[in-house]
């Protein structure tokens, strides 16, 4: 089944041309890799979140045969539907950081798209609020970065103005950030795909990369039908199916990315960061006939997040998290297959309500019911200082052609063109 999906897309792109390799000399590996058919591909890009599909399209729209492989039935079903849809304007991240310079950028590659694509989206700005005498110098802290990293519009804003734009807030002080906003990241998502689609691009769902190893200059990499990787839980290593020879290799895995690294041969395992993982939860508000809020209002930074936040839904439905539960590492397998536990527990409610009544204190008992949760590829643990996203090329893990990209927490979603952008720039000629 495999076999046939990828013999019949391959066969789309003219630089393959239904190419089977089939005397090429093997380095040490089983036979069973020696039996599987292997093909000839441009450019393989591993993972259908909203990263990987902007730099599939960003390839695409550049002339490149792409073939995107996604474990899951659709695109888009780990952090990439699991998270607060804003669009950050960029002031947290350290001035000339990844995250600092393609959230700038990536913010208004988004607002430029999602005007001329006619995709869902609102910039209605965002208040960072001091609650405590002790945050203020933190706002001012965050004005500082954020105009030095670019941002438009930045201003300190006294209790009473802010508690003017928005009535049930409580606050000393605030940061307004008129250019951050929201989007419906399902039909970004639907929209880049289908121009990366028109451009060639072809996506082959139930198909997990599970290893690769390296014949001299060339990469090899190992996939098999995920209804197969499932059967290996607990047990069994996974077999592949097909090798695909690539030119070039865009792991946008996501949560699973430093995984598929550690399983290719040839890379040293010392280049991989390690993977920590922030579980976040949301609640959404209930019992009441009206909204409270017109803007998103945030409260300042915490350890791990920024803080239990909230976050306009596009039709004024009001939604407040996520908060921050660092949980364990599961095996490869599992993380393949994006076994995370993402069920929300009615009592975290508990730990919410005195959170957000710090800047909405009418906030009702009973009020909050569980949303939803997602979980953070993060590079840094509990206590430690956030760490920037990873983008690893050649220079840094030895192998021509292959592209790692590990940590893309937030802001992936507002970076998602700009790292497309620099990775086809970068590494695609």
């Not at 990987?52 to 399209?57: E, L, S, T, Y």
């Amino acid at each position: 089944m495999l076999r046939h999906l990828l013999q019949r897309t391959l066969e789309r792109s003219t630089s393959i041309c239904s190419r089977w390799i089939i005397s090429k000399k093997m380095n040490s590996q089983s036979q069973l890799l020696e039996r599987n058919p292997k093909e000839i591909v441009d450019c393989v890009v591993i993972g259908a979140g909203v990263v990987g599909i902007a730099v599939a399209r960003e390839l695409a729209l550049r002339g490149r045969d792409v073939l995107v492989i996604e474990s899951a039935p659709t695109f888009g079903t780990g952090t990439s539907s699991r998270n607060s849809e804003v669009i950050h304007a960029g002031l947290y991240y350290p001035p000339n950081s990844l995250k600092a310079v393609f959230c700038v950028r990536g913010r208004r590659l988004l607002y430029n798209y999602c005007s001329s694509r006619g995709v869902p989206h609102k910039q209605i700005g965002k208040l960072i609020v001091a609650t405590g005498s002790a945050d203020i110098q933190k706002l001012n802290v965050l004005l500082e970065r954020g105009t030095e990293n670019g941002v438009e519009g930045l201003r300190i804003m006294e209790g009473f103005e802010a508690m003017r734009m928005e009535p049930e807030l409580q606050c000393l002080k605030a940061l307004l950030s008129p250019s951050s906003g929201i989007v419906d990241t399902h039909s970004l998502m639907l929209s880049l795909l289908g121009e990366a689609e028109n451009h060639g691009a072809t996506f082959s769902y139930n198909t997990t990369v599970i290893s690769g190893h390296l014949e001299g200059d060339d990469i090899h990499i190992h996939v098999s039908e995920t209804k197969n990787i499932e059967k290996c839980i607990g047990g069994c290593q996974p077999q592949p199916e097909l090798t695909l020879i690539p030119n070039l290799v865009v792991n946008c895995a996501g949560l699973s990315a430093p995984y598929i690294a550690k399983r290719f041969n040839g890379i040293d395992n010392g280049v991989i960061p390690t993977s920590y993982y922030a579980r976040g939860s949301y609640f959404t508000l209930s019992n009441t006939m009206s909204y409270p809020f017109r803007h998103l209002i945030y409260p300042i930074p915490e350890d791990g997040g920024l803080g239990v936040h909230v976050t306009l839904e596009l039709d004024g439905h009001v939604k407040f998290g996520p908060d921050v539960e660092w949980v364990g590492e599961l095996d490869y397998i599992s993380t393949f297959l994006n076994k995370f536990d993402y069920s929300v527990c009615a009592n975290r409610a508990e730990k919410f309500y005195p959170e957000i009544r710090r800047y909405y204190p009418n906030l009702k008992d009973g009020s909050l019911e569980p949303g939803y949760a997602g979980i953070r590829p993060k590079l840094s643990g509990p206590g430690k200082s956030p760490v920037d996203f990873v983008i690893q090329g050649e220079d840094i893990h030895g192998v021509r052609g292959l592209v790692n990209l590990f940590g893309i927490e937030s802001p992936g979603l507002t970076s998602s063109m700009a790292i497309a952008e620099d990775i086809a720039f970068k590494f695609a000629g």
